[in-house]
């Protein structure tokens, strides 16, 4: 099963990339592949924010739409995406923030997939791997683009 994982230190707080992440209507402005993101409902499960949400992606002749969802735990600084419908016959995602240093952070992103297709898996597979490369940098430069980056520090590299 295809998989992918990426660990990032960035100089902006575990709050602010937890609420950049969990901003995912957000998602269709910076987000490389991503179409359209329609959350279908949003309820409280105890201290928990429980989202479904249905992505479009698109990448020339390919349009694909799957819906999962998502549990923000902010006590935990945590945000999980599971699979419940679309062209996966898997799809797990996970993102967790760790507090670290004066207002940076440890962002750790992984994602485990499988195409129920495997002429899909052969036609996007390499692409979605160079994708998923480029979203921690994707949500990077958004939290740059939204907070700033204070004293014009460039910003940190893998962890």
């Not at 899909?120 to 740059?144: C, H, K, N, P, W």
Request: glycine share 6%.
């Amino acid at each position: 099963m295809p998989s992918f994982t990426a660990t990032r230190r960035v100089r902006h707080s575990a709050t602010d990339m937890f609420d950049l992440v969990a901003d995912v209507e957000a998602y269709p402005k910076f987000l490389p592949m991503c179409e359209r993101l329609t959350v279908r409902s949003r309820r409280k499960d105890g201290d928990r924010d429980v989202l479904i949400a249905t992505m479009t992606v698109a990448y020339k002749f390919v349009r694909e739409s799957f819906t999962t969802r998502v549990t923000l735990d902010r006590a935990s600084f945590l945000i999980q995406a599971e699979y419940i419908d679309g062209p996966f016959s898997h799809l797990e995602n996970v993102w967790r923030f760790e507090p670290h240093g004066r207002g940076d952070c440890i962002i750790r992103f992984s994602i485990d997939y499988e195409f129920k297709s495997r002429l899909l898996q052969m036609l996007i597979g390499s692409l979605f791997e160079r994708v998923f490369a480029r979203y921690t940098e994707a949500f990077e430069a958004r939290a740059d683009a939204v907070y700033g980056v204070e004293g014009g520090t460039p910003r940190l590299s893998p962890a």
